[in-house]
Structures are given as C-alpha cells and as structure tokens.
C-alpha cells in the first residue's frame, strides 16, 4: 500500500512539475514572438498571413500575425491543411551558433592578409651624386591570418627636381650604407600576425637630382600587392615627407645617413 501510495504521489508531482515547466516556457517565449515572425515567416497561400509555431513541452506555441494583429492560442499540433513552418529555440540557439561558428573561423584563420606599413621612417640614407638613391628602413605589418605579399615596391616622389618614380633595388642589413649585406630586391612576404623591418634601397640613374638647400620632399610609398581572387595591383601603403637637411646638399655626391624627425615634433 505504502509503494502504491508513494507512486502515485511521484506521478502526481511529476506531472505538476512537467505542466509548470510547461507554462513557464510558454510565458517565456511569448516575448518573443514578434522577433521570431520577423526572422521566420510563413506565407500562407490563401491569407498571405505569417505564422511562426514554437514547440514547447505541452504541444507548440503558434504565433499569427494578420489583420486583426497578434492571435497567440495553445495548440496540441497545427491546424490541418495550413502551410507552416515549425521552428523551435533550439533551432535558432543551434543556427545561431552556427553561423557565430563559420564568421568566427573566417575571421581567425581564413582572411586573407592585409599589407600595411607603421608609421614613416624614423631616418634614411641619401646621396645624389649620379642619380637619386636613399634607402629607408620600412616596418611592414599583417595583422590577418593568411600571408600577405607585395611583389614589388617603388617610390613616388612629387618635387621638382626630382624623380616621379624611384624602383625598388636592394634591402640592407641595416640604415647605414656601411652596414654589410646588400641582397637584390625580392618579393616582400609578410606571414599572419607578423611585422618586420625591411630596409629598402630605391635607387633611379642616371638623373640629375636639383638640391640646393634643405627641402621637405612628399614621398610615397606604393606595392604591387598580390590578391587572391583578382589580379594584383598598384596600393598606397605610407605617405610621408622626406626631410633632406642643408648638409644633404652639401655632401650630396656621399652616401651618407640623415634624421628624418621633424624639428617642430620635439617637446
């Protein structure tokens, strides 16, 4: 008797608890029915009306939107002969997460790099003995996951006097020309996430380069950058002005090295 007793009484609060449960999801869920029947709308052929059914523990939750405005009606199943579609939480949390899933991998290893250069040369080597040559110490950087590569690297330079366009030459180990190691100029290869110092040799001749006095010279910076589903092209990555002193007209035929900060910088 006491078992018997003691089964019903499970039975009994299980049922309770199954039928509050029940109308606890339904309570909350039914805030939400105007962002679902935007999301997910069904046209029915005749009424052109939107239905969303939201299936909870006691049957499904259906949601109209018609003329008359908002019918909200507990139904074991859905009215026969209406063209529905039943989509429950579990759907949205799982497509949700889904495409928070596909955006999150796209963006952390699947974005194709980007080439940029950090801030202009803190100082350079110049001379103008047969033609134009500097060499400027360049920070490149990627910020993205995939590679990222210039194919090649020129100047612009927009001064009279001087050349419209310097090509890329050589790198060097470092600023000054003394420093050994000089290599011909390659293709400029930045990985995911990387930055790196390259100092690039631009060097045009013969041209007589026109320097009579300090001059502020704008320079910029221009790559061939390799895209992946177009061509490569042509893209600015740093403009910046080239600050030649007195002593660069002076020693001009000597390759020598300058600063490159302005004077009105300095505290």
Not at 13 to 22: K, M, Q, T
Not at 198 to 218: M, N, Y
Not at 220 to 240: C, G, Q, S
Request: aromatic letters at 8%.
């Amino acid at each position: 008797m006491r078992s018997r007793a003691a089964h019903a009484a499970i039975q009994s609060s299980s049922s309770a608890l199954v039928s509050f449960c029940s109308g606890f999801a339904s309570s909350m869920l039914l805030p939400l029915r105007s962002a679902l029947c935007d999301a997910v709308r069904t046209f029915d052929a005749t009424s052109e009306s939107c239905c969303v059914a939201i299936e909870t523990g006691a049957g499904s939750l259906s949601v109209s939107e018609g003329s008359g405005g908002w019918l909200c009606q507990n139904l074991s199943r859905a009215p026969e002969g209406q063209n529905g579609t039943v989509v429950t939480a579990a759907d949205v949390i799982a497509t949700c997460a889904l495409a928070f899933t596909l955006a999150s991998f796209w963006l952390l290893y699947a974005r194709a790099g980007k080439l940029e250069i950090v801030g202009e040369p803190r100082s350079y080597s110049f001379a103008a003995s047969r033609g134009f040559i500097v060499t400027l110490p360049l920070v490149f950087t990627n910020a993205r996951p995939l590679a990222a590569v210039a194919i090649n690297v020129r100047l612009r330079l927009d001064k009279p006097g001087f050349p419209s366009i310097a090509p890329f030459v050589a790198t060097r180990d470092g600023v000054r020309p003394e420093d050994t190691g000089r290599k011909m100029a390659t293709s400029i290869v930045i990985q995911g996430r990387e930055t790196r110092l390259v100092c690039c040799e631009f060097i045009l001749e013969p041209f007589d380069v026109v320097l009579a006095g300090p001059v502020s010279v704008p320079v910029t910076v221009e790559a061939f950058i390799a895209r992946r589903w177009r061509p490569p092209a042509w893209k600015v990555l740093l403009t910046f002005p080239l600050r030649l002193p007195k002593e660069a007209a002076e020693h001009r035929g000597q390759y020598l090295t300058y600063d490159n900060q302005a004077i009105d910088a300095l505290p």
